[in-house]
């Protein structure tokens, strides 16, 4: 049986997929890692707008799926690198046609929303490495 968040069964496999990177921040934090591995400071650095609660919770949701990996190095101060796993690394098509789709749409997307298409999301510089 497939199981979901609250050991709910999945009632359709996009639900699986969706579960895992759904989100508002999940799907760019992936793009990020895409591109290398990153500190915390970096990625929290690269979204601003996350906040740092947010960040470490989706970070531990994707680190739980098996998802990210999360690296812990033995200095002082401590360094904590994420990176994709070879898991993580399957959903790189995925990220890439959700980038792709909301390139072309993001303009009619934000005109339909916000009755301007000037609010276009600025475009992610980390798609070339969701191609590799």
């Known amino acids: 049986m497939r199981v979901g968040k ?4 999945y009632g359709c496999p996009m639900e699986v997929t969706l579960d895992v990177i759904g989100g508002k921040w999940k799907g ?3 793009g990020l890692l ?3 591995k990153r500190r915390f400071t970096e990625i929290k650095r690269e979204l601003p707008e996350i906040t740092q609660r947010i960040l470490t919770l989706q970070l531990r949701e994707l680190e739980a799926d098996g998802i990210i990996s999360r ?3 033995q200095e002082v101060p401590p ?3 994420y990176a994709l796993t070879d898991f993580g690394r399957t959903l790189k098509p995925i ?9 072309r749409y993001g303009g009619e997307v934000a005109e339909r929303k916000h009755g301007s298409g000037k609010n276009q999301p600025p475009a992610c510089d980390f798609a070339p490495f969701l191609k590799e």
């Open 6 to 9: 609250g050991n709910m069964p």
């Open 28 to 30: 760019i934090i992936l």
């Open 34 to 36: 895409a591109e290398k």
């Open 71 to 73: 690296t812990i190095y």
């Open 79 to 81: 360094k904590v690198e």
């Open 95 to 103: 990220l890439l046609a959700m980038h792709e789709w909301g390139e």
